[in-house]
C-alpha cells in the first residue's frame, strides 16, 4: 500500500525552529518529485515546497524562502522540511504528498500540525 | 504566486450538475495543462480527482469531469451524490517552477 505518514510537528515560539518528517512506503521515493503543502485553521491548500527524486531540484514558495528548507534521505524513504524563523502565519497543518508522472500530487499523507504561538 | 480564483460556493440537489470554475493567469492555467483538481471532505487529507486538465485517476468515478478554455480551468460533477459533499481545489504549475492553488469552492449537496 503506497502510504505517507507525517509527524514532527507540535508547539513551537515565534522565532524558532522545528523540522517534519515524511516517511514513504509502497513505491520508489527515490522516482518521484515530493511536495510539501499547507492548510491554516479553516483556510485553503497553500503549496509551500517540492524537492525532484534525486535531490538535486528544490523550489519554495515566496512566503517560506529563505526560511523553509526541504530535503531528502532516499535511504530512509523520508522527506523532511526544515522550519526556521517561525511566525504565527506559519501555523497550519502541513501535508507531504507525493508528485506523480503527470505533476499532480497523486498521494497525500494525513498531515501533522504546527502551531507558532507565545 | 497569487491563489488561483475559485467560487466560495457551489450547491445543486442529488442528480443534478454542478461546475465550480478555476481562472489564473497566463503564468499558470493559461499556459501548461499541469491543472489538477482535488477533492478534500471535512477533516481530511485532500484527494487527486482530476490531472491534467481532463484525465481521472484510477477509481474516480466518471461522473467527475475537466475542460480548460485560456486562463479558466473548470471542474463538473455530474449527477451529483451526497458523498460529493466536500471542499475542491483547483492546482496549477507555474512559470515560476512552483505550483499555485485555488481559493477553494464548498460543494453542498441540497
Known amino acids: 500500500e503506497v502510504q505517507l505518514v507525517e509527524s514532527g510537528g ?5 522565532g524558532g525552529s522545528l523540522r ?3 516517511a514513504a512506503s509502497g513505491f520508489t521515493f527515490s522516482s518521484h518529485w515530493m511536495h510539501w503543502v499547507r492548510q491554516a485553521p479553516g483556510k485553503g491548500l497553500v503549496w509551500v515546497s517540492q524537492i525532484k527524486g534525486d535531490g538535486s531540484s528544490t523550489s ?3 512566503s517560506v524562502k529563505g526560511r523553509f ?3 531528502r534521505d532516499n535511504a530512509k524513504n523520508t522527506l523532511y522540511l526544515q522550519m526556521n524563523s517561525l511566525r504565527a502565519e506559519d501555523t497550519a497543518v502541513y501535508y507531504c504528498a507525493k508528485g506523480g508522472p503527470t505533476a499532480a500530487l497523486d498521494i497525500w499523507g494525513q498531515g501533522t500540525m504546527v502551531t507558532v504561538s507565545s | 504566486q497569487s491563489a488561483l480564483t475559485q467560487p466560495p460556493s457551489v450547491s445543486g440537489s442529488p442528480g443534478q450538475s454542478v461546475t465550480i470554475s478555476c481562472t ?3 503564468s499558470d492555467v493559461g499556459t501548461y495543462n499541469r491543472v489538477s483538481w482535488y477533492q478534500q471532505p471535512p477533516g481530511t487529507a485532500p484527494k487527486l480527482m482530476i490531472y491534467e486538465v481532463s484525465n ?3 477509481g474516480v ?7 480548460k478554455s485560456g486562463n479558466t480551468a473548470s471542474l463538473t460533477i455530474s449527477g451529483l451524490q451526497a458523498e460529493d459533499e466536500a471542499d475542491y481545489y483547483c492546482s496549477s504549475f507555474t512559470t515560476s517552477n512552483t ?3 485555488g481559493t477553494g469552492t464548498k460543494v453542498t449537496v441540497l
Open chain 1, 20 to 22: 517534519l518528517s515524511c
Open chain 2, 56 to 58: 481521472r485517476p484510477s
Open chain 2, 99 to 101: 505550483y499555485v492553488f
Open chain 1, 60 to 62: 519554495y514558495a515566496d
Open chain 1, 69 to 71: 528548507t526541504s530535503s
Open chain 1, 10 to 14: 507540535g508547539l513551537v515560539q515565534p
Open chain 2, 61 to 67: 468515478p466518471d461522473r467527475f469531469s475537466g475542460s
Open chain 2, 24 to 26: 489564473g493567469t497566463s
